[in-house]
T-cell receptor, first 115, second 110 residues
Framework: GAGVSQSPSNKVTEKGKDVELRCDPI?????LYWYRQSLGQGLEFLIY????????KSGLPSDRFSAERTGGSVSTLTIQRTQQEDSAVYLC?????????????FGPGTRLTVL | QKEVEQDPGPLSVPEGAIVSLNCTYS??????FMWYRQYSRKGPELLMY????GNKEDGRFTAQVDKSSKYISLFIRDSQPSDSATYLC??????????FGKGTRLHILP
């Protein structure tokens, strides 16, 4: 079946511009996560959506970052006024979240380069 | 001190060798321990998981958890060039929010 998809796969933008990154989770998965991965920094948690609950935004690095999840499915991560330090691979993952160990299935990521 | 510490490598070993990858952690409430494998330009994929302490074996892979020492390991026997990837340890208190290590880059030399 279809896995988690993300678009675009690559994004190059100029400093100060806004960008939107999209994630399509696996159908039926109620939990959705955004991570950032940069060289030397590992996988950094950004935000977590679970069903209709308020999202866990504790990982967002600044108020320039926001995310929404419409209809419990597709999610968009928005970065406003991009800075060079925002350059990284942004990964999305989804899981069933039905108790016990919930395997997270990752998308291929969006590679963001801020010039 | 970070919650999860993992040596980023790179680690280079000859084909056929036994590989040992390790992580330490500080949060004694962690219950789920996982290893993810990430190939270049791909997302991480769950390789193995363990609940609480103990060992788990799957083919050439063995995961060990020592909660008393707050130390987890992944062993790869008879390593193959196809095992070359980044290995990330991960752990959680509950079944959702996972804390990842930085990942160790592994190169298996043919």
């Amino acid at each position: 079946g279809a896995g988690v998809s993300q678009s675009p796969s690559n994004k190059v933008t100029e400093k100060g511009k806004d960008v939107e990154l999209r994630c399509d989770p696996i159908s039926g998965h109620t939990a959705l996560y955004w991570y950032r991965q940069s060289l030397g920094q590992g996988l950094e948690f950004l935000i977590y959506f679970q069903g209709n609950s308020a999202p866990d935004k504790s990982g967002l690095p600044s108020d320039r970052f926001s995310a929404e999840r419409t209809g419990g499915s597709v999610s968009t991560l928005t970065i406003q006024r991009t800075q060079q330090e925002d350059s990284a691979v942004y990964l999305c993952a989804s899981s069933l979240s039905s108790g016990g160990l919930n395997e997270q299935f990752f998308g291929p990521g969006t590679r963001l380069t801020v010039l | 001190q970070k919650e999860v510490e993992q040596d980023p490598g790179p680690l280079s070993v000859p084909e056929g060798a036994i590989v040992s990858l390790n992580c330490t952690y500080s949060n004694s409430a962690f219950q789920y321990f996982m290893w993810y494998r990430q190939y270049s330009r791909k997302g991480p994929e769950l390789l193995m998981y363990t609940y609480s302490s103990g060992n788990k074996e799957d083919g050439r892979f063995t995961a060990q958890v020592d909660k008393s020492s707050k130390y987890i390991s992944l062993f790869i026997r008879d390593s193959q060039p196809s095992d070359s990837a980044t290995y990330l340890c991960a752990m959680s208190e509950r079944d959702d929010k996972i804390i990842f290590g930085k990942g160790t880059r592994l190169h298996i030399l043919p």
